[in-house]
């Protein structure tokens, strides 16, 4: 049986323009990926955004589709363009115009996992790297694609929320020194990838909620946003980054005891971003 690139998650009526997405929750790794890198299964899913999926899944219940990956991070990044290839590790590859991610190797195949450790023991055929890409990247943005036109078509407008979660040492950089940290980080691309009033209204969701709210930093978004967000288009897309101590143990990758009061809490800040999007009257799809 062949694994399918995404799961999708439909409400019973769309009420809504918002789309949710996950590009980083999937842990599949195809047959033989474990046994030709260096790592091990936990180190792999080092860099996924464990349980994000989990954490979102009662947007259907409010009118909005949910997109969630299947494949692990560690094999391709959904959240990168189809053609940043690192030459580190594909063969045949040009060296890009600098692009920080690709140097750092995490280009759309990456080349280390979380604190930089290296993920293959060989440098890896351009006609493999392509065949990843045609077999989970182009599936994926493809029906990313597809939502968003459907939201064009039933609502006039799109709103990507782009679902990401962050190690808590990523964000002892965010704020000031000695000052609180942020719960959740807001990408808009400093304002070129959605409308002002949508990411206030947002924001406003989460601090209704009662998480700390940041914007742009450390995270401004990164190919999904920047690729789907075009506001004078009324096409809008943010990035949703979540402090994963909230609700996971990181190091052993499991939910924490607080995970369910958290996805409780969150739950409602789903409703309210979903609503963002709903026409003025229209009920929910679960009404």
């Known amino acids: 049986m062949t694994e399918a690139a995404f799961h999708l998650t439909r409400p019973l009526r769309r009420t809504t323009s918002v789309v ?106 351009l006609a493999e790297a392509q065949a990843l890409i045609d077999r989970w990247w182009r599936p994926y943005h493809g029906a990313l694609a597809a939502l968003l036109a459907e939201s064009h078509a039933l609502f006039g407008e799109a709103i990507l929320i782009d679902c990401h979660s962050m190690p808590r040492e990523a964000i002892e950089v965010a704020g000031p020194v000695g000052g609180v940290r942020p719960d959740v980080v807001l990408g808009d691309r400093f304002g070129a990838a959605a409308a002002p009033a949508i990411v206030e209204r947002i924001a406003a969701a989460f601090e209704r909620a009662g998480l700390r709210v940041a914007r742009n930093m450390p995270f ?62 229209l009920p929910l799809a679960a009404e």
């Open 220 to 281: 401004a978004g990164a190919y999904n946003v920047q690729h789907y967000g075009r506001p004078t288009r009324r096409q809008h897309a943010i990035q949703v980054e979540i402090n994963r101590s909230l609700y996971m143990d990181e190091h052993l990758i499991e939910p924490s005891r607080d995970f369910a009061a958290f996805r409780q809490i969150l739950a409602g800040a789903v409703a309210e971003i979903a609503a963002i999007g709903r026409p003025e009257g």
């Open 20 to 125: 949710f997405a996950s590009p980083h929750s999937g842990r599949y790794c195809p047959p033989g990926f474990l046994s030709r890198t260096m790592l091990d299964s936990r180190a792999i899913r080092s860099s996924e955004d464990a349980f994000v999926d989990d954490l979102f899944d009662v947007a259907p219940l409010h009118g909005a589709p949910l997109l969630a990956a299947r494949i692990a991070r560690a094999v391709v990044d959904l959240n990168r363009a189809a053609d940043e290839f690192d030459p580190a590790l594909i063969e045949g590859v040009r060296r890009p115009v600098h692009n920080p991610r690709v140097a750092s190797g995490l280009g759309v195949i990456p080349r280390v996992v979380a604190g930089g450790r290296p993920i293959h023991q060989r440098r890896m055929p």
